[in-house]
């Protein structure tokens, strides 16, 4: 009953959002206030049956209702209950359940936090984001429907992927989706000024907070996918240019693009065309991930399902979004005009150059991902584009625009000089440069990538030092204090947010520069010593799991004899698919882990005897994790600036009279 | 400056930016694909020397030695036509099992073995990789082809 409920709601979700596409969108351009009052009610009353159905789904897998294909094919009776709702989006047709429940969810908000909005405007923002989740709900509920009952009901379920029962697949999709699909509204918000040819500092001011949040989502989701493979895949690497990777990564670098032009657009009126540009593409390309992931020709464990029709209607649907919003953006663009004029050295130029190098950056992830996919479809070879490629062309492309953050917040806009620049920079300058070529001496041994990334990191740092410096010091205010309290929150955000980028590329030089990773054969009460650390293997044991059986082993860390930590790695093999999965044991330190897992025995089935175990040392990595949560950090931090709030207020006044149909809808 | 120079000037570093960048991708690509190649086409020697590349088919069962004592593993990979002999210094994955599905990375030695530096099995029990499946169909296929000739040109 339960399982129809929920189906039930999602073709009621759907008629709600061809409502909530068309009529609105109709009365904007008519003119006709009580078509664009129906906006708001109906993306409220389509994100409340998509909550109904998504719940629907959640109770079936918590009940165990093996009746229901989803469920059958992707949890188990013994599956414990918070992995059985995690399970809700562990299949195909539950992420895309869950895809469409955050699309409704934004849409949502922005009838919440959005009544300032010219009535209008905010028509063609909610029927735009209507369009796609009609989208969503159609290919939902013809190709992949997550109600699906199974006659005769299985006895027990296939059970989840191992791989994902972690609490890493509580958290990472939902942080993620937040991400992919908060790009949604600055898609509509683009499109809605295109359609409306009113585009100016206002609507960049409107559409940057969302923006924002939505980066912070994915940056959050990207960090935790990362740690999740870390920590589970048992090869103890962070990043490995998996194109499901690369998936998520090409909209957080076109959303870094965007973020930053927004801000051009706001504060001078310039780049106008070029932001409206970098919003279609952000969210095309989380579109276009979605496709990727989960149309099943991506080789990975994240693509479930290989059913042509699905990748046939994602395809369709993606042609469609981007089509026609680029064919919407060629008609339109000349009348949104390019914007300001600026000199060759202001900020202005500084962003445009850092958007550039991260739009091209992002352009090399797409070819080394969508290539070997073309030369497979196209029957000219199979052939894989592996790191080494990533690492050749991401390294020289993404230094200039690090470089350039440290230049870029000090530039003034319009026109800047260098000479000045050069004057308050120059400290900041030569205490990074020596510091990095003195740095990697005291950390082990010198080599030019490690100074050359230790640079940047420092240079952002010191700059960012000297920048604060300058404000405070300009300030007319009396009193530290005071001082501190005159720049705004998004100023602080924008260092915040620059720090964790230094931070983070503090982790990757040094973990690529210093680790040491040894695969051993290791008896009972055999020790290796690995980079100064002596690790002591005590044999394992088995013992029972939830859902399966484990064996454990202990290994001692010692330093200088001294006991450090004892460490449990674990190889999981579980009962209902038999399949083995091995979980790292990690000594998590600020300045580095100590990482062990285990391999197999080295003869068949004698536990007793020696084991195959990975002993790595892993310098600073988590500095790589804790840099990406500044980033996010800073970006939520901005977004709690007064400055978009009193616009709220100060627009309020005069709209009330003006949206009174749209007001009294609510 | 006047705006037009200026604009001349911003196309001009923005297609040297864009000429690095194609420059830097072009080089990286060329030395950095990975062709793959399966166990048919190996021992036709189309595969190269000297140069890493990738094979996949399903681990032959009963194949699997490890020298005493080392991380040092043999084994054979199939696609159910030819077999090539693989050895790997290392952990195996998980998801490594005689009789399943394996794409394995590394060069070709002159007596014909296959030294892997990686072996890949990042799929779920019941899935087989689609390089692995396909060296498998397309010798099968082969395998068929070969048959109606023959048994074609017998008729005649």
């Known amino acids: 009953m339960i399982p129809e409920l929920g189906h039930f709601a999602l073709i009621l ?66 599956l414990p209950l918070h992995y059985r709702i995690a399970a809700t989006w562990g299949s195909h047709e539950g992420s895309l359940l869950l895809w469409t429940l955050m699309l409704a969810g934004w849409t949502c908000a922005v009838t919440l936090f959005s009544r300032h909005l010219p009535p209008a405007f905010l028509a063609r923002v909610i029927s735009v984001m ?33 791989l994902l029962q972690d609490p890493g697949m509580v958290i990472h999709p939902p942080m993620l989706y937040m991400g992919y699909v908060g790009f949604s509204v600055a898609f509509a918000f683009a499109i809605a000024a295109l359609l409306g040819g009113r585009l100016d500092a206002t609507w960049a001011r409107w559409s940057r907070p969302w923006t924002t949040v939505a980066w912070s989502f994915l940056t959050i989701g990207i960090a935790l996918g990362s740690g999740w493979a870390y920590y589970t895949l048992g090869w103890g690497g962070w990043w490995f240019w998996d194109p499901v990777e690369n998936a998520s990564f090409m909209p957080w670098l076109t959303g870094t693009a965007l973020i930053h032009s927004l801000a051009v657009t706001e504060k001078r009126g310039a780049f106008k065309s070029w932001t409206v540009l970098l919003a279609i593409v952000a969210f095309s390309l989380s579109l276009l991930g979605t496709f990727l992931v989960r149309s099943g020709v991506l080789t990975s464990v994240h693509a479930f399902a290989t059913d042509p029709a699905r990748g046939v209607f994602i395809l369709t649907f993606l042609a469609l979004v981007v089509g026609g919003s680029l064919a919407l953006f060629a008609y339109r663009a000349s009348k949104v005009g390019l914007g300001g004029v600026f000199g060759v050295v202001s900020r202005e130029s500084a962003l445009l ?301 005069p709209m009330l009279a003006a949206s009174g149909a749209a007001a009294s809808a609510d | 400056m006047k705006p037009r120079t200026r604009r001349l000037a911003w196309i001009v570093s923005g297609l040297a930016v864009l000429g690095i960048a194609a420059a830097l991708v072009l080089n990286a690509f060329r030395s950095n694909l990975v062709f793959f190649f399966t166990p048919t086409q190996v021992a036709a020697h189309e595969a190269p020397r000297g140069r890493p590349f990738r094979i996949g088919g399903l681990v032959e069962s009963g194949s699997l030695a490890r020298e005493p004592n080392s991380l040092t593993v043999h084994f054979r990979v199939t696609d159910t036509a030819q077999t090539i002999a693989v050895s790997y210094t290392g952990l195996l994955p998980d998801l490594f099992k005689e009789g399943k599905g394996v794409v394995a990375q590394g060069t070709l030695a002159a007596d014909g073995t296959f030294h892997a530096s990686e072996v890949l099995a990042k799929h779920d029990e019941n899935y087989m990789p689609p390089a692995a499946a396909d060296a498998v169909k397309q010798a099968h296929e082969a395998m068929v082809t070969k048959t109606l000739v023959k048994s074609g040109g017998g008729g005649q």
């Open chain 1, 353 to 653: 150059a850092n958007n550039i190098l991260l739009i091209v950056a992002m352009a090399s992830v797409l070819l080394g991902t969508l290539y070997p996919l073309f030369l497979d479809a196209l029957n000219l070879g199979k052939i894989s584009v592996g790191p080494p490629y990533f690492d050749a062309v991401f390294y020289p492309l993404l230094a200039p625009a690090v470089f350039l953050m440290g230049i870029g917040p000090m530039a003034r806009w319009s026109h800047a000089s260098l000479p000045s620049l050069w004057t308050r920079l120059r400290w900041a300058f030569a205490v990074a440069v020596v510091a990095a070529l003195v740095l990697p001496f005291t950390l082990g041994h010198w080599s030019p990538l490690i100074a050359a990334g230790l640079f940047l990191a420092l240079w952002i740092a010191t700059s960012s030092i000297v920048n604060l410096r300058d404000r405070l010091a300009n300030s007319h205010r009396t009193g530290p204090l005071d001082k501190l309290a005159a720049n705004s929150p998004s100023y602080y955000g924008m260092l915040l947010a620059h720090l964790g980028v230094a931070v983070f590329i503090v982790g990757v030089t040094l973990v690529k520069g210093y680790e040491i990773e040894q695969d051993v054969v290791l008896e009972t009460g055999q020790n290796v010593t690995v980079g100064g650390y002596e690790f002591r293997f005590l044999g394992v044991r088995p013992g029972p799991g939830p859902n399966y059986r484990a064996v454990t082993g202990t290994v001692e860390v010692r330093r200088d004899g001294r006991l450090l930590e004892t460490l449990h790695p674990e190889k999981r093999i579980f009962n209902a698919s038999g399949q083995a999965m091995t979980i790292a044991a990690i000594d998590v330190g600020v300045l580095g882990d100590r990482y062990v897992s285990l391999g197999e025995p080295l003869v068949n089935d004698d536990l007793n005897g020696a084991w195959a175990v990975r002993v790595y040392l892993k310098p600073f990595i988590d500095w790589i994790w804790g840099g990406a949560f500044l980033m996010a950090l800073g970006g939520l931090v901005a977004v709690s600036d007064r400055r978009y709030r009193l616009a709220v207020r100060r627009k309020a006044a």
């Open chain 1, 130 to 162: 209507g369009l796609v989740s009609v989208g969503f709900l159609l290919f939902l509920l013809f190709t992949s429907d997550p109600f699906d009952r199974l006659v005769p009901p299985a006895p027990e379920g296939r059970d989840l992927n191992p």
């Open chain 1, 13 to 78: 979700a759907l008629l709600v959002a061809i409502v909530q596409s068309t009529l609105p969108l109709a009365g904007a351009a008519l003119g006709a206030p009580r078509l664009m009052a129906l906006a708001r009610p109906a993306a409220r009353a389509q994100f409340f049956l998509v909550v109904v159905a998504f719940a629907c789904l959640a109770i079936a897998f918590a009940s165990n209702d093996f009746s229901v294909q989803n469920v059958a094919a992707n949890s188990n009776s013994q």
